[in-house]
Each structure stands twice: as C-alpha cells, then as structure tokens.
C-alpha cells in the first residue's frame, strides 16, 4: 500500500496479556500499542490478545463475570481480536488445586499463519519460549519486534529486531496516585 508516495508496511499486534499484566503491563492503553507501531511505518492489519478464561469461575461469581467482561469489552473497543484459552484445573496430590491456560502456542501458530501477509510483527511478552518464534518469522523476512516490561528473556530482547521497554514509552502505563 502506497499512502502519498510513501510505502505502508503491513503490521500486526500479538500480545500476550498474561505475561505483559503479570509483569508490569497492568493496565496498559492498548491504543498506545497500536500507535507505537504505525509509527514504525505502518498500518495495522492484525491486532490480536491472548488470555486466559475462566468460564467456571466467572459462572459462579457475577461480580467476577461482569469485571473481566468489562475488561474484554475494553479489548475489543480498542480494536483487539480476542483469543481466549480456557483455564484448566488440576488438583495436587496435597489437595491444593493448580489452574494452567497457557495461550503461547495459539500466539505463536497465529503470528506464524497470519504473518504470511505481514512486513512486521509486534509480539507484546517478555517469555523466552516465544525465541523460536522470533526467529521462524525473521527468516520469512518479516521484522520483529517485542514489547514487554518486567522478567524479560535476555535472548528475546537480543533476537528481536528492537525492543520495546513498556516502562519506558510515554502515556502506556496510566500515573500511579
């Protein structure tokens, strides 16, 4: 795409909420995302959030249901796909109850899918397990960045063709009181 004589790159967004709320990101504007990577030159034609859902839970608690509903609602008026990966529950042998949904492998398979028609690719976590992923879409051509805040992969950060420190870019976390 070509917008007054200047190539457009086509871009796309794949944050992993979990990570980047556990690590600092907690009430990131997702609208500053989306801004920080048409900056880079772009438009952006994928913006996806993968995250974790607990139906039970959310069935069992209205007060629950209607946060985290208002929460992706928020996600989507920003202009987000939502991917969610359903929690599973496994009981210890202690009797304590441990929930896993690990959405990385739905991320990684969508970056790698949908990048076919990408020129860069912004992938919002600090986890190293997405190294492999950096690299497989690098050598289809595409540039790479990540975006993350806190427990950052030190080959993540070197992999990636820039990184991102959230902390850092303007107006993306909201003021503490």
């Known amino acids: 795409k070509i917008l007054m004589g200047k190539l457009m790159l086509k871009a796309g967004i794949f944050l992993d909420m979990e990570n980047l709320n556990l690590n600092g990101g907690w009430k990131m504007k997702l609208e500053i995302v989306k801004s920080l990577v048409e900056a880079q030159g772009t438009t952006v034609l994928r913006a996806n959030v993968y995250l974790a859902v607990d139906s039970e839970s959310e069935r069992n608690d209205q007060d629950l249901r209607e946060r985290r509903q208002k929460y992706r609602d928020g996600l989507r008026d920003a202009g987000f796909h939502i991917v969610g990966k359903e929690v599973k529950k496994f009981r210890n042998r202690d009797g304590s109850v441990t929930t896993k949904a690990n959405a990385d492998l739905d991320m990684a398979v969508d970056a790698l899918l949908q990048g ?29 960045d990540v975006l993350a805040f806190d427990n950052v992969s030190n080959e993540l950060k070197r992999e990636a063709d820039y990184y991102f420190p959230g902390s850092t870019i303007p107006k993306l976390l909201p003021i503490p009181n």
Do not use: T
């Open 116 to 144: 076919d028609n990408l020129d860069y690719i912004l992938i919002g976590s600090g986890d190293g397990d997405f190294l492999r992923l950096v690299r497989a879409l690098q050598n289809k051509g595409k540039r790479v």
